[in-house]
């Protein structure tokens, strides 16, 4: 079975700031893992992928994420937050056919 | 490509009605979802098909929700009768084979049942 666990349902950060989001997972699989992000009025759209390539993995608008095993983490990171990042970011986890959404968590970024 | 469509974007209708939800996935995509967000639930997967076949349903509520997809290019979400409790954003996703791969969201139906 999988499971994901984001820590902290809002983060907020400056603009020009570190953005940290975490998210730690379960898979009685080798794992896909997954981070969505979610705008206002919008579905879902694909920021980045882990597919058992490579760990660190660079995705859209500057943010990356690495897969450590050892701590079932997949955190997604951006050096410098931008007014745009603001919305809502979702990780998610396949083994299996099917595919488990955290629950979300609301960044918002400060001018 | 237009992306995944879903109609209507909005709608609103009193409880006991019948509702029923449209999605047309992206072309050539073959695995389709159906979510429900919630502030209370967040993001729920309801049904998911594949080549058309429904393969796991274990997250439709109950009796009064239903799906179907009667070709690769279109699929519904049937609610009848509609509750209060209905209420939410339903969202229809395609993959490109199976779950492995990334899911296509659509904008969302905005159901308010009332």
């Known amino acids: 079975a999988q499971s994901v666990t984001q820590l902290g349902s809002h983060v907020s950060v400056s603009e020009g700031a570190l953005v940290l989001l975490r998210c730690n997972y379960s898979s009685s699989v080798p794992p896909y893992l997954f981070w969505y992000v979610q705008y206002p009025n919008q579905g879902l759209q694909l920021l980045l992928k882990?597919?058992?390539?490579?760990?660190l993995v660079k995705g859209i608008n500057g943010f990356e994420a690495e897969f450590k095993k050892s701590e079932t983490s997949f955190h997604l990171t951006k050096p410098s937050a931008h007014m745009s990042d603001a919305a809502e970011y979702f990780c998610?986890?396949?083994?299996?056919?099917?595919?488990?959404f955290g629950a979300g968590t609301r960044l918002f970024v400060k001018a | 490509d237009a992306g995944v469509i879903q109609s209507p974007r909005h709608e609103v209708t009193e409880m006991g009605q019948e509702v029923t939800l449209r999605c047309k996935p992206i072309?050539?995509?073959?695995?389709l979802f159906w979510y429900r967000q919630t502030m209370m639930r967040g993001l729920e997967l309801l049904i998911y098909f594949n080549n058309n076949v429904p393969i796991d349903d274990s997250g439709m509520p109950e009796d009064r929700f239903s799906a179907k997809m009667p070709n690769a290019s279109f699929s519904t979400l049937k609610i009848q009768p509609s509750e209060p409790r209905d209420s939410a954003v339903y969202f229809c996703?395609?993959?490109?084979?199976?779950?492995?791969?990334?899911?296509?969201f659509g904008p969302g139906t905005r159901l308010t049942v009332t």
């Open positions: 072309s050539g995509h073959n695995s």
């Open positions: 996703a395609s993959s490109f084979q199976d779950v492995a791969y990334e899911q296509y």
């Open positions: 882990y597919t058992s390539a490579a760990t």
């Open positions: 998610a986890v396949t083994g299996g056919f099917k595919t488990i």
